[in-house]
């Protein structure tokens, strides 16, 4: 077994954005051009039998998932859902006729802390449109997780490569995550009664995975449970705002009340990831929080049909 690559046709993206855009994931490789040819076309041939015009990748299966080529960052191991990659696949990729589409960034923060900056402007927003934060609730957990589902499909719908999370994907990821959940660290944004935002940050448990070894015992699901809310290090893996409260500043509030949470909890990095590169209105804050960039991961695209000759 010398490669691997998995060739997606996801309905939901194409009826959402009126384009026939198919995707190539779950790919792995030895350090061969030739092999990675093979695998690249074959997935291009399987997406032309099905209409598809363009060959994006990689993409597992959505935005929704993990996606991206690991390009820059290979200093520090992958954070909780995030993927990574030999350095050598960017020249594999590239050689076979992929070009860029898009750069998503890792931005990192050690240690997570409020600055005076920013205690500053979350006071302002505060006392300009009344928010208040609160943590997530786990003993109504369906009512959190739907909350989040519908300012998520909200906040996101005008973002490239957005894809409506549907009922059965957050319920499923929400059922895989339960049990690493902090409350403190998941906050929602109010504005009287009204629940207008949201920032899911949750513990790195790729710190304890990789010392299982793979296999997930019952002594590692104990290990697992048990370590989870010790960890150190966090990712914070999505935050958003419902339309017509977007540029009110609610997005500081947030990050600033989730980082207290991280001082109560003594917490000693956190990753933001990922953020779209041409995303200002996010990259900005974390830039005077203090984060820096530390990772980027590439989406290519390719015509279907424009294989590399050979």
Known sequence: ?????????NRAHNEFHGDRVGFWGFFECED????AKILFDTADGWLAERGMDTSRGPMNFSTNDDCGLLITGFHRPPFLL???NPPYYEKLVESAGYRKEKDLLAVHHAPPRVNELMDKAANRVIKRTGVRTRPFDLKHFEREITLVRKIYNSAWEKNWGFVPMTDHEITHMAKQLKPVVIPELIRFAMIGEETVGFGLTLPNVNLILAKLGGHLTPLGIVRLLWGAPRLK??????????EGHRRLGLDTVLYRDMLTAAERLRL???????MLEDNPAILRPLARMGAVHD????VYD????????G
């Open 82 to 84: 995030m993927p990574h």
């Open 32 to 35: 061969d051009a030739e092999t």
């Open 295 to 298: 990772k980027t991961y590439r």
């Open 268 to 274: 000693t990095g956190a990753e933001y990831s990922w």
């Open 302 to 309: 390719r015509p279907v049909g424009a294989s590399r000759p």
């Open 233 to 242: 290090e966090v990712r914070v893996l999505t935050l958003g705002i419902r």
């Open 1 to 9: 077994m010398v490669g691997r690559i998995v060739a997606i046709v």
